[in-house]
């Protein structure tokens, strides 16, 4: 069974300092997902990554894509309070479809002003 | 262009009774995808429809069911329900089968 572990579980910081989230697997993915979602809301993509050791910036967000295609990181620069909310990282195993995503349960963050 | 949407956004059931959940997908998108999310167990896949078609399935009880119309929106059906059944159900769409979706609000689903 191919597992996606989160951490941290919970993080909880105040507004303007710097965090950084992990998604780790001991199974490979052709791709990764991250996801923001918020309370009463459904899962937002935020981006995914395809190679092996690729960073994608998304303003203040930063994504990396481990070199063995096994895990990935996002780190927030500055966070702010608009950055609240429940990330998600989602492997993609092979083949092109929903029923090849496997997601971790998530990082709630908490940014207080 | 109007989102995903789902209905009813909030719903109590008792237990061993059924329930019906609607999924409008984005116009144009002809995949819809389901996902029951718990607190415990995170987003779990439940199944997908291309073309009124069951392409894929996940790891949950033959008491769950879906269907997806010409239109293609889709239904998912629970029957016989359980306590454990109380999560949020998510619906996603894409124009195609594809693993980016966009997901709608959720139905809460609370069984008593």
């Known amino acids: 069974t191919q597992l996606l572990e989160q951490s941290p579980q919970f993080l909880s910081i105040q507004e303007g300092e710097n965090l950084t989230v992990y998604c780790n697997s001991s199974?490979?993915?052709?791709?990764l997902q991250w996801y923001r979602q918020e309370p009463g809301e459904g899962p937002v993509l935020l981006v995914t990554?395809?190679?092996?050791?690729e960073v994608k910036k998304l303003k203040r967000l930063t994504f990396q894509f481990g070199d063995a295609r096994k895990d990935s990181s996002l780190h927030i620069t500055a966070a702010q309070p608009g950055d609240t909310g429940l990330y998600l990282c989602?492997?993609?195993?092979?083949?092109?479809?929903?029923?090849?995503?496997?997601f971790g349960k998530g990082t709630k963050l908490s940014v207080k002003p | 262009k109007a989102g995903v949407t789902q209905t009813p956004r909030y719903l109590i059931k008792t237990r061993g009774q059924q329930v019906t959940l609607s999924c409008s997908p984005i116009?144009?998108?002809?995949?819809v995808s389901w996902y029951q999310q718990t607190p415990g167990q995170g987003l779990q896949f439940l199944f997908e429809?291309?073309?009124?078609?069951?392409?894929n399935k996940g790891n949950f009880p033959g008491r769950f069911s879906g269907r997806q119309f010409s239109n293609s929106r889709s239904e998912m059906n629970v029957s016989t329900l359980e306590l454990g059944d109380s999560a949020l159900y998510l619906c996603?769409?894409?124009?195609?089968?594809?693993?980016?979706?966009?997901f709608g609000q959720g139905t809460r689903l609370t069984v008593v």
């Open positions: 996603a769409s894409s124009l195609v089968l594809d693993t980016e979706a966009f």
């Open positions: 199974s490979v993915f052709s791709s």
């Open positions: 990554v395809v190679t092996g050791g």
């Open positions: 989602a492997g993609v195993t092979l083949g092109g479809s929903q029923g090849n995503l496997i």
């Open positions: 116009s144009g998108h002809r995949s």
């Open positions: 429809y291309f073309s009124e078609t069951q392409r």
